[in-house]
């Protein structure tokens, strides 16, 4: 039918269309995603489970279904019939899942990064600077590790009210970030996999929820929710995220705090090499120490070496295609943003650029 082909012929020149990070930041991103966000979440909020899974076993059920239907008829059809008319099916799926990904978050891949938004000086990434910030996440570590466990941390399913204040506050400090409806974190039919491949979390670009691996440590989750939540600000940037998720969490409370420095101590240290990553780990206090040990036997409980890098490969492919061009390698990029922005005490960024 016409119709079909028009979805298909839209899919494909929405994935070439040359739009201007200003225009989608202005039109979408700050515009039409800015109105969405809020009533999309607030409508998966309602359910614990996640509307991701009904939609990823409905469209594999239906495919599915309809396979072995066309697969029963085919003596009639032909084998060549069959498996184009199989293949033109899958496409038009493909092009409408695609256009719905766009419409209702993907866009976000092409507004404007924050390191162009931001006052960052270039000059001031430095192996000394990144070895000043490692010294820094550890002063701050042995400093709240007693206060952070002895607070708590929330449930598994459970939206923090502190950290999405703080989030609030963050997003704008940072400026030209979606005014959120924080999302609930759901476990997913998908986390297994999850599990398997050291993915912590995921932020379902259709209906705009937060899901979060079962596996994480309660000293882990508030950092990695704040991540997500910052895909829901609009920033599909894993850098972005990663900068304004461990905002959020240093200028919260003492259990999200915690959560954000000790994942940015890992950050850090993974970015140093030689003499300036020596002696680090011996200046944690046994309790950081121990809360990193505890997450190195996690992952080697957990995670399985082929399918993570098989997984983390498909990934990096996934964002370039999408106009992120460090990859996968875009996570460590908030090492950089944090110390080329400047700061005001207390961890507020500079006023953004105009």
Request: aromatic share 10%; charged share 20%; proline share 6%.
């Amino acid at each position: 039918m016409p119709w079909r082909a028009a979805l298909v012929a839209l899919a494909a020149v929405a994935a070439w269309l040359p739009l201007s990070p200003q225009t989608v930041e202005r039109s979408y991103s700050r515009g039409a995603y800015a109105l969405l966000q809020p009533r999309l979440t607030a409508l998966s909020n309602l359910l614990a489970y996640a509307f991701f899974d009904l939609l990823l076993v409905v469209v594999v059920v239906a495919w599915l279904a309809l396979l072995v239907r066309d697969v029963l008829r085919a003596r009639k059809r032909g084998v060549l019939r069959l498996t184009g008319k199989i293949l033109w099916r899958t496409t038009v799926a493909a092009a409408a899942l695609y256009v719905a990904f766009l419409a209702a978050w993907g866009l976000n891949y092409r507004r404007v990064p924050l390191i162009d938004k931001l006052p960052f000086d270039q000059h001031a990434v430095t192996p000394e600077a990144a070895r000043a910030l490692a010294l820094t996440a550890i002063n701050e570590l042995n400093a709240l590790h007693d206060d952070a466990h002895r607070a708590g941390w929330p449930g598994p399913d459970a939206i923090d009210p502190q950290l999405a204040a703080s989030f609030a506050r963050v997003s704008r400090q940072v400026g030209g970030v979606v005014n959120i409806t924080p999302a609930r974190p759901k476990r997913s039919i998908v986390d297994w996999y999850f599990r398997r491949t050291a993915v912590s979390g995921m932020t379902d670009p259709f209906f705009l929820e937060t899901m979060v691996a079962s596996d994480l440590l309660p000293f882990e989750r508030p950092f990695v929710v704040a991540h997500e939540w910052s895909h829901l600000a609009g920033l599909a940037d894993e850098g972005d995220a990663n900068f304004l998720g461990w905002l959020a969490c240093v200028q919260g409370p003492p259990a999200a705090r915690y959560s954000g420095w000790l994942f940015l101590f890992s950050e850090v240290a993974g970015s140093l090499r030689g003499a300036a990553q020596g002696g680090l780990v011996a200046r944690l206090a046994a309790g950081p120490r121990a809360d990193l040990a505890a997450i190195r036997a996690r992952l080697v409980a957990e995670v399985s070496p082929r399918l993570s890098a098989a997984g983390w490969r498909v990934y990096d492919r996934y964002l370039k295609a999408n106009g992120v061009e460090a990859g996968a390698e875009s996570y460590a990029e908030v090492v950089r943003l944090i110390l080329g922005v400047r700061f005001r005490p207390g961890w507020v960024p500079e006023p953004t650029v105009q």
